[in-house]
């Protein structure tokens, strides 16, 4: 285990152990006697995952004395989907084993539904991981569709992973290219949460801020290395991926810490089903991945206005009352994004008045707001760049959005959270529709990419 990774767990509240290195599958079995004593276990996977470790885990398990009941395999195909009726569906299955504890065999979605069943009942439980796909895996929370609207359910971290680097290796190189999209996103989150930090809105956690931005440059240095699979460039992605998921288990209040405007692009993409239907289904890394160069193509623009010298009385102006507010939110949805868009919208509309208080501070605030931003971002060009060494998603054409679409995602996927992004301030402003619109004409970011027909 890194010394980072060391440092993490001493403060952390879940999650107890983390064993990462090469060939510690055989650890799974002493680490839950250590941690559960007798208790009996349930290995909960998928058909893919279970063909990837399930015989090492479960042999480790027996192996410590573990006595196991009847795995719990969901099929490999179609691929399970982060539903709320499957964490019901693992949790009422759990519910009738009485004191069994999970072992979780998977990335994202095994480990998030078995976080919130676990959860629900009162338990804990420890994942293996088979891929370096997510962010997830030691986070407080678990991202839940429920009723159409994809949200953060509050539950606790595992209390114990095993990252096998072999195992993780030897995922599908898409899954590599979803673990970096995700992770790179971090970059523009951390100037969401500078502006946050400026405005008094939601100030940092240095300690929180230093677990995720800490690790960051090292993990998505060397893209060659992760489309290669060199041991030190995995290594580097697991350790980001697994300190930013102790992070968010640390900050508690959300995923702030981890998520930023980039991951609202892919959040409002996978409630419209984006890339279900394909196979294999297109990943929430590959989508944040796309939404990360979508938002510093947008800071390039904005780090050169000066917002010091805004005209505060234009902007509350044209500012939208309640109603009109409202309004355009069911303009923009419809069926199960409707009504929890309205109210995240409305969570954080701002009267008239605090507007004008609010633009006052940007103005004496910008010239901070900007150094530190601009510290922070790195160009979208170096992203994309990125992205496409590594086989990730690298412009909308390719995962079949339309530039209206896309276009339109800019100004949709601000009113489906709360949490305080560049897009909400450039809303604030009154210039989120002119800034956005300069990228798709002339010589703007996407007017330069254009879509093949």
Known sequence: MSELIERALADSDDTDVVVMGHGVLDQTGPVFTKLFGDAKAIIIADGNTWGVAGEAVKASLTGAGVELVEPMIFPAHPTVYAAYENVQKIRDHLAGLDGVIACSIGSGTLNDLTKRASDELGRRYMNVCTAASMDGYAAFGASITENGFKHTMSCRAPQALIADLPTMAGAPQRCTATGLGDLIEKVPAGADWIIADELGIEPIDKEVWDLVQGPLPQAISDPKGLSVGKPEALEGLVEGLVMSGLAMQKYRISSRPASGAGHQFSHTWEMEKLGMDQEPPLTHGMKVGLGTI????????????????????????????????????????????????????????????????RLELVAQKWPEIQRRCADQVMPAERVEKILKEVGGVYHPGQIGLTEERFHQTYFRCQMIRSRYTLLDFLLEAGVLQEEVDKLFVGDGFWAKRPWKH
Do not use: C, H
Request: aromatic share 8%; hydrophobic share 50%.
């Open 294 to 357: 979508a938002v510093l193509a947008l800071w390039a623009e904005i780090l050169t206005i000066d917002f010091s010298s805004l005209d505060i009385d234009a902007a509350v102006a044209k500012w939208p009352s309640a109603q009109e507010m409202e309004a355009k939110v069911r303009r923009n949805f419809t069926g199960d994004m409707l009504e929890p868009a309205v109210k995240q919208t409305m969570d954080k509309y701002l009267t008239a008045d605090q507007l004008r208080e």
